[in-house]
């Protein structure tokens, strides 16, 4: 299966969007489909066998038009300044029918009809039939389909006032509406603007993210001489200058010099990271003080920050599970609302017997309706949301996971590089058979090609000492406890305490001493052993993260338990909770068992956020309510998890789940707004309580306060 993506020009309501994607859900190869009104974006999954084109065929019968995507939204911008000089110069030609009808009456004759009531049908007509002929070629359109959108009820409502205004003209009688056609008609037009440039500020944030990368590089050629050349023009292992001030062009690695780099529109951290040769330095981050050569590593289009942009667009995209009733309620929306206008007409005729009393609150009904705002509800929330999110750091996948962050209970926390640095080092050795040299030369052998971090740790330690590796053959690795392996025939093994006891490694009193001591102090120990004769101990230390103490504070305050996993001893598990300010916490456990726990704490009932480093949480991350991934550094290529932290601030956690509940509390705030507005208005507008103008105004209104309600995400 393959993924495309498409703009719709022309969708005007939540209902539009609805009927595009159940046209484009029942086309031939076509496995899923998802159309986002706020963003005016359909997203498409199909057989390979079909093309754009004719996913776009599909939506263009549907009376609406495709453009193709864009990283520039210069499309966008000249459609909204089409929509404001609409707007502008419809209300503009709408003033004079309104004070015309209400306060200058001109008594004089032209061509035998009076003069003020032609100018208001002039200019009425001008309006309704000229600036706001969008609204009728869409509905011509959609009834040639038997269907029907917001744009039919605008355009029946306007074009019977305007009619029957015409007809009353004409054979001498009471009754006038030209003022109301044109004004509607105007007001309708300035809602559109203000809901598109709404819509552009809840985006704005993918844009932002766009412009923070370097336009030019300054590259460095094999003959050394530098010129100044497109970032786009350059590729992998390229070499460029940066010097103080300027942007790094593409991610890549210092080659030579230093600097402290400004990392803030990646990581959502102001302090300055510290770059030497050989450490990454990524797109769109600003060098600050020295001048550094940088060998390139990633393409145009691969960067950290075009992943963060993939990734909150494709949030963007999702819908979230409460965005559902919204779009059934929807689809159903304007047929209803035509019949109850149907309704009202009739219902007014035979209690009135005139013609002009039926037709006002008919008309009233079909354009204070409105599902624009139903629609705009869920995806604006989210689209703020994910793009504060990113702003600092929190890169959110998807609208339920916004949803899933909003009731939490607890929050566990895998322990190395989550609530630690995750970048252990040995501080403490004791040898007691043998050598130092034996035994780091032993040491480097076992652990010199392993990933594992104390592992490592083990290794640069013994690198430090000058060993030289003993050549291991047989060697096995034990998850969660340690490796073995033969030098010259001699079973080696290194790993923990208990790893050493199962293999009937006896633990003499001083090493015993010595292991209580270092566990106290949170220091996690090693064996190493030869022959079943333990050679020495090793105690490696991860601290705990500095943000780590206000990070379990922060989700204290906000009524949720933290709970630390970690496969170290109890007394070094101890001593790491009681540090970062954890009471209750999980000793000696296995990678595997991580899933296990989660399930334990969900079958209690409560509902669990797992936060891990996504290397061996995978499971946990996925069994959680809530995954929460640590990116490291600014890594975010982390598939498990809804959430991604960059930078791996573990304050970001607390943070994350706040932003989670305001934008759930924003989403039930728009979506309580839509309901009553359309459940109070359309009964008033039906009892002739409201004015087709109070109302058009009104429906205006009701779609731009639920975009204006989730801007304030933005705070």
Known sequence: MKEIIFHIDGMHCASCA????????????????????????????????????????????????VREMSHEHHAGAASEKIVLRRALLASALAIPPLALAMFVKVKAELFGLPVSESIQAILSSIVVLWLGREFHIAAAKLLVRKTASMDTLISVGTLAALAFSFWSL????????????????????????????????????????????????????????????????????????????????????????????IEAMLTGESMPVHKFVGDKVFAATLNQNGVLKVQITSAVGNTVLDQIVKLVQEAQRKKAPIQKL????????????????????????????????????????????????????????????????????????????????????????????TLTEGAPKVTD??????????????????????EHPLAQAVAQWAKEKGAKAQTVEQFKAVTGRGVSGTVQDKKIMLGSIEYMKENGIAINAQAQTNISLWQSQAKTVVGLAKEN?????????????????????????????????????EETAKAVAKAVGIEKYHAHVLPDQKLELVKKEQAAGRRVAFVGDGINDAPALTQADLGIAMGSGTDIAIEAGQIVLVGGDPKKV??????????YRTIKQNLFWAFIYNALGIPLAALGLLNPIIAAGAMAFSSVSVLLNSLRLNR
């Open 533 to 569: 004769e333990l050679l020495g101990i090793i105690a490696i230390a991860d601290k705990p993260k500095q943000s780590a103490i206000e990070a379990i504070a922060a989700l204290n305050a906000l009524g949720i338990e933290s709970v630390m996993i970690t496969g170290d001893n």
């Open 170 to 261: 004409f054979t001498g009688r009471e009754g006038l509406y030209f003022e109301t056609a044109a004004v509607i008609a105007a007001l309708i037009l300035v809602g559109r603007y203000l809901e598109a440039r709404s819509k552009g500020k809840a985006s704005e944030a993918i844009q932002k993210l766009l412009e923070l990368g370097a336009k030019n590089a300054h590259k460095i050629n094999e003959d050394g001489s530098i010129e100044d050349a497109p970032v786009g023009d350059l590729k992998i292992n390229d070499m460029v200058l940066v010097k103080p001030g300027e942007k790094i062009p593409l991610d890549g690695k210092v080659v030579d010099g230093e600097s402290s780099i």
């Open 429 to 450: 050795e004791a040898v007691y058979s043998g050598t130092e040299t034996d035994m780091t030369s032993l040491a480097l052998g076992l652990e010199q090609s392993s």
């Open 654 to 663: 607390a943070e994350s789940i706040k932003l989670s509940r305001r934008t």
């Open 18 to 65: 609805v009927r595009i994607e159940g046209a484009l859900k029942n086309a031939k190869g076509v496995e899923d489909a998802n159309v986002n009104y706020a963003l005016a974006e359909a997203k498409v999954k199909v057989d390979p066998s079909v093309g754009e084109t004719d996913l776009h065929e599909v939506v263009k019968k549907e009376g609406y038009k």
């Open 326 to 417: 919204a779009d059934k309620i929807s689809a159903r929306f304007v047929p209803v609302v035509i019949v109850i206008s149907v309704i009202t007409f009739i219902s007014w005729y035979i209690a009135t017997g005139d013609f002009a009393s039926a037709l006002i609150p008919a008309v009233a009904v079909l354009v204070i309706a409105c599902p624009c705002a139903l629609g705009l509800a869920t995806p604006t929330a989210i689209l703020v949301g994910t793009g504060r999110g990113a702003k600092s750091g929190i890169l959110i996948k998807s609208g339920e996971a916004l949803e899933r962050g909003r009731n939490l209970s607890v929050a566990m926390f895998d322990k190395t590089g």
